[in-house]
């Protein structure tokens, strides 16, 4: 009945984001034998997060999207701390989350890709959805608590799944496991990486209708990774597009998805499939390498914008492969990596 | 000109714990240089019907119906000539096709394989035929002599077509050709492969679970849902104008960018889809209909014309046949109570 | 144009967590949940043919050594006690025959068990506990802690078994503990590398990155999911340490390198009088063959139920 955002959108005028990334940096570096170190081979280092800040409002769900290889796991890690950056700061509520890990923990949970995995095949579906509340001591009836969170994430009634097994249970039901696992820490915010990629088209639905009720219920906020666009268009106020280690644009929903600013953004949406699909252009190559970022923009050795000549013609040609650049405002809260947008151009 | 026709295919594997119906009734017909795409989800059986084709099912299982490839019942055809049908008038790009390739052969021999065992050339002329196959899929021949490992998942998934097309069959069956690929990958090989259908005239079955892929590449489409066709018609009209509540859960998965009508309103079928050895009574998609009413429990209804060019098994519509009830036996439509009554 | 796609159907309102069936703590839980675990993989072995062979084999000798004093009189032991006659054949009155000192094969196989037995129990534990810190230590840290356990294991896995055992027994005090470390020592290298390859392996794992984003000590991950899951495979590994200890003592005592074989009989010292008093060349065989074939069968059985194990414990094992 109700705008369902009315109460959980964010005002510029609240107090400051509840999630803050400031340009972090992450990279893996390969390993090398002794030998070949011996005779100055250098390793190879993966930079898989090149430069990465966001802002997330309480209440507000943001997508992180993006191809394989761009980095947006390792971001999603990197807030959940399970990677520590190698430059730049999270910040949680003003805090750096590493100054307490454990604390932190408390209010931000993750929700994984694989509910198989995510789930200790030796343990039952309590003693899963237990785990986090005896790791952090909480006080309080354990079972009451299990059996809320499991019927929030939808499995009522929730004794009846008690002393199952993960394998005895569907896909469906092994991811609302692992959110009720998230969920009876009664955190602020939650990760999800992919959290339905794995599971069949049908039931992804419901799973996404789940975290929008949460979000609604109990104010959460979310940062949702994904692959697909289409998702982030059913669930996200924000999106922020990554390519190869850097947001490349990042502003709501409607406009990202609707009226892309950037070359990559547009390629991307030009791709998914649809009636009467033929003839769109469609990128060459594959995802790029982390271990060897082009220079200049990243993105011009695929930009249609620079093959077709038309980043000659009007002039920005030389910038695009030599001089590497950051997010700009393009639009009111829309912010683009694109020499077009200085030209008012769009891509 | 049919080239493929399957009729009342029933698929039925044995295990540890029972016999599992997989397939349970399938008809298809496929003409030459059309394209099928068969949709669903895990367990419905459209994986199972693709090894069906070429029988290549696990030793035991129960295969009933006609398979009747280019006027030959692949079910009854002799070992030495089945073996001489597979690959050379069908052939299957198979699921995780990435990790189906050898990984300590080179991709070369690995394509000109079939081509040297059906005899239609020797080694040294099936490794040329292999780089021209190649080329077409839009690699280098010279990546003839490389292993598996040094390509990435969207050239491993190029060769696989490649073989497949090795001996030029007529008919290629693609498992899930796409899934796990990037999207722009995606979009790369499926435009391939529509480049390739229509120069070499190939029949397609496509097989994946994204109804939006489909709608792309293929003339026409099936729905199934637990080891039946549930729905089946021209591509773009089944996914425009779903009939069968199933397809339209299916579609509403797959949202248009900028339909409004999406937009924070992720809608899905509660309940899972259900295990083959374990069905519903009546229409075994009755748990998770939006739209069940009474008679679905205990009536199972088979595919029928709902309109001129389109078939559903669904009782929404009115026209159809004899209907079946739970207990097989077949109940004439008019002898049923009107719904209403019937709780 | 696709035509409006109709919500489905509201849940149905959640029910009221009403009065439960079974009142159950966590802990009654817990208990159930590994109680049923345990019985599942008993039916399971049960249906092993080879793995209940092995256990009745193991389960007799077991039996055997428990119950040695009520089988055989301690005294039969004793050159002093011994009355029967020198080097005779199997008899009514000596079912296995005697030795060269009057004492009864058949009492000595039995009380040989003993020690045969405690040793290779002893020493195993001794591996498997070096062993599983090292592993799980070096798998689960990485870096230079695993680089420098896993470079003492390497040095110990290379050093071959007899010269270090000959070595130690040298100089230390020959007895059944310098035994069972000597074994232990050499046999922990194996079962550290097996080990770390399963902890590398587990550490991946999607669930153990989700306890650690839980907020899970290392502590809490290594004994609540790494342990658990490596686990079944020392316990297979184990299986088969036992009978290689077991042999290892055997071939000590031959060599007469374990403690003073005129108080402490086991297999390998019944072996070593049998060999040293020429029953291998002459016609003594009842003296030289029963404890041979003990040794054999009891290694037999555990490599038997190790078998079995596997075949359970390790899924890709398992027929289809």
Known sequence: ?347 | MSLLSVKDLHVTYRTQAGAVPAVRGVGIELSRGEVLGLAGESGCGKSTIAGAILRLLPKGTDVTGQVMLDNQNVLELKPGRLRAVRWTEASIVFQGAMHALNPVQRIGDQIAEPIVLHGQAGEREALVRAGSLLEQVGLPARRLKDYPHELSGGQRQRVMIAMALACNPRLIIADEPTTALDVMVQAQVLRLLKELQRELGLAMIFITHDLSVLVETCDRLAVMYAGRVIEEGPADVVFRQPAHPYTRALSAAFPEIGDARFRMRPSGLPGDPPYPADLPTGCTFHPRCPQVFAPCSHVDPPLFDVSPERRAACLLFDGAPATVNAAGGTVAKEDQPPAEEQR | MKPTIERPAPAPEPEPLGPLPIPKSAKAIARTRRKEAALRTWRQYRKSKMGMAGLGILVFFVLVAIFAPLLASRCELSPTCASGPILSPPSWQYPLGTDDLGRSVLALTIWGSRISIIVGLAATLITVVIGTSFGLVAGYYGGWRESGLMRITDWFLVIPFLPLAIVLSVILEPSLTTVILVIGITSWASTARVVRAQVLSLKTRTYVERARALGASHWHLMSRHILPNVGPLIFANTVLIVAVAILSETTLSFLNLGPDPTTNISWGTILEFAFGGGAAFSNNWWWIVPPGVAVVLVVLAFTMIGYALDEILNPKLRAR
């Open chain 1, 1 to 347: 009945m109700n705008d369902p955002l009315a109460d959980v959108s964010p005002s510029p005028e609240a107090t400051g984001p509840l999630l803050e990334v400031r340009n972090i940096h992450v990279s893996f570096t390969g390993r090398i034998g002794l030998g070949a170190g011996l005779i100055g081979k250098k390793a190879t280092v993966a930079r898989a997060v090149d430069g990465v800040s966001l802002e997330l409002q309480k209440g507000e769900v943001l997508a992180l999207a993006g191809e394989s290889g761009c980095g947006k796991t390792t971001t999603a890690r990197a807030v959940m701390g399970l990677e520590r950056p190698n430059e730049g700061q999270i910040l949680y509520e003003g805090e750096p989350i590493w100054n307490d890990l454990r604390a932190y923990r408390r209010k931000v949970q993750m929700v994984f890709q694989d509910p198989t995995g995510a789930l200790n095949p030796r343990e039952t579906v309590y003693e899963s959805v237990a785990e986090g509340l005896r790791i952090h001591r909480v006080a309080g009836d354990e079972r009451t608590q299990v059996a809320e969170a499991l019927s929030s994430a939808g499995l009522r009634p929730p004794e009846r799944f008690f002393l199952n097994y993960p394998h005895e249970l569907s896909g469906g039901q092994r991811q609302r496991v692992v959110i009720a696992g998230a969920l009876v820490l009664e955190p602020h915010m939650i990760v999800a990486d992919e959290p339905v990629s794995n599971l069949d088209a049908s039931v992804r639905g419901e799973i996404l209708a789940l975290l929008m009720e949460l979000r609604r219920r109990l104010g959460l906020t979310i940062l949702i990774v994904t692959h697909d666009l289409g998702l982030a268009w059913m669930v996200a106020d924000r999106v922020a597009v990554m390519y190869l280690g850097r947001v490349v644009e990042i502003g709501p929903a409607e406009d990202v998805l609707i009226h892309p600013k950037h070359p990559y953004t547009k390629a991307l949406l030009d791709v998914v499939p649809e009636i009467g699909g033929a003839g769109r252009p469609i990128l060459t190559g594959e995802p790029p390498d982390p271990t060897r970022i082009p220079r200049g923009c990243r993105f011009h050795p695929r930009c249609p914008i620079v093959a077709s000549g038309r980043a000659q013609k009007l002039g920005i040609l030389g910038r695009c492969t030599d001089q590497d650049l950051a997010l700009e405002e393009a639009a009111r809260d829309h912010h683009v990596a694109c020499y077009l947008t200085e030209l008012g151009e769009e891509p």
